[in-house]
């Protein structure tokens, strides 16, 4: 997909990408750089604790970042992940989670962003990320 197609996605135009569907990740809001999505969380995503895998987290908040990056970015630009963090802060449990995301800095090619998972008002993790605009 292009960003377009992703800003698409926001206005609810056309169909979200493969890993939002795989995911189940719901986008509820994305503009001038922040980003909310839902997460409905189910045994799918569980390590052998019976917690959802850091792997999953991380990813859940990529994509609410790649709509921050969307929702600010001009029509021939596109943009990369230069670097993904991420700190589990509690674990997360079966059941709705929300992920925002904002874009902390932006400059000419590269924005730094934030994200937080949150389940049942409690931050569950925080992402950072560099991501590269093209």
């Known amino acids: 997909m292009t960003m377009i197609d992703l800003k ?18 719901q986008i509820i809001s994305a503009n001038a750089g922040k980003a909310t999505c839902s997460w409905e969380v189910d045994e799918r995503f569980f390590n052998g604790h019976q917690v959802v895998m850091g792997g999953f987290i991380t990813s859940a908040a ?8 969307a929702s600010i ?16 802060l509690r674990p997360l449990h079966l059941g709705t989670t929300m992920i925002e995301s904002t874009i902390v800095k932006q400059g000419r090619k590269t924005c730094y962003v934030e994200a937080s998972v949150s389940q049942n008002e409690q931050v569950i993790a925080k992402i950072t990320s560099s991501i590269m605009i093209l």
């Not at 698409?8 to 990740?25: S, Y």
């Not at 990529?62 to 990056?69: K, N, T, V």
């Not at 970015?73 to 589990?88: M, P, R, V, Y």
Request: with cysteine; hydrophobic share 40%.
């Open 8 to 25: 698409r996605v926001i206005n609810g135009e056309v169909e979200p990408p493969a890993c939002d569907k795989t995911l189940g990740i």
């Open 73 to 88: 970015l001009e029509k021939h630009q596109g943009f990369a992940s230069i670097n993904l963090q991420t700190t589990f």
């Open 62 to 69: 990529d994509i609410a970042m790649a709509y921050s990056m």
